[in-house]
């Protein structure tokens, strides 16, 4: 029964993280730890295995769909991979107070941002001064999240890319690219680590290969209607929130 449960619940959320550009592994881990009672530690290892497979689908859709800016994803994964190398290495030595706070603030100033911000072209922005500069710190930032918490790091990559003025599902299909390669990074190490609960990670990692095959068609769908206009929006408030979370 549990291994049903948990296979519906990783077809819910693999289909809404890949349709949104997120990688799933913060929700995963907030259900592995409070519904599921696993360890942090056990926790975080798996949901980045869990999210890997569902990932690397989405962005073969999307690619195929030619969705992805490329440039753009390159550029941030250039500082990303370090970053999650980096994170996962001196995991044990960060303080997780400490962490979560900065997490907790750079979240919410990043969904302000957003809310604020007007929609510009995506070459445009990218284009603009700085711009390249932006994008790597989107990077670092996703990157140490992937490694030191164990988490996606979709959030932040995500709101990169509509601030570095991508729109809607090319924004959502770049970060499921960036994401990708960050989570391998990412998995390998926690792979390692010798601490990944198969028992729980691979029916959430079957139900939510089955949602990453459904979201990009789905997208296809929704990309001819209106709600691509509260993507932007719906994720700066989300931002705000987890930020909060994250504080207290």
Known sequence: MQSIILGMIGLFIGTLVILFGGGGAAIYLGILTGLFNLSAASASSTSLVTALPSLI?????????????????NQMLQAAIPAVVLGALAAHIIPTNFY??????????LGINMLIQ???HSTT????????LQASLFG?????????????????????????GLKDFQATATSTYVLT?????????????????????LPLMFGALVGAVIAPKLAQLLAKTKVTAYIKPV?????????????F
Not at 100 to 109: E, Q, T, Y
Not at 125 to 132: E, F, G, I, K, V
């Open 125 to 132: 922005t990218y284009r603009q001064p700085h711009a390249r």
């Open 181 to 201: 390669f960050m989570t391998i990074t990412g998995a390998l190490f926690h792979i390692a680590g010798g601490q990944v609960d198969w028992a729980a990670g």
């Open 235 to 247: 994720t700066g408030i989300l931002l705000i929130l987890l930020g909060t979370k994250s504080l």
């Open 57 to 73: 689908i989405g962005a073969g859709s999307y690619y195929r769909q030619g969705k992805i800016n490329t440039k753009i994803g």
């Open 100 to 109: 979560k706070w900065l997490i907790g603030i750079i979240l919410i100033l």
């Open 140 to 164: 670092i930032l996703g990157g140490l999240m992937v490694g030191v918490a164990g988490m996606s790091g979709g959030a932040v990559i995500l709101a990169g890319l509509f601030l570095l």
């Open 118 to 120: 007007k929609n510009k």
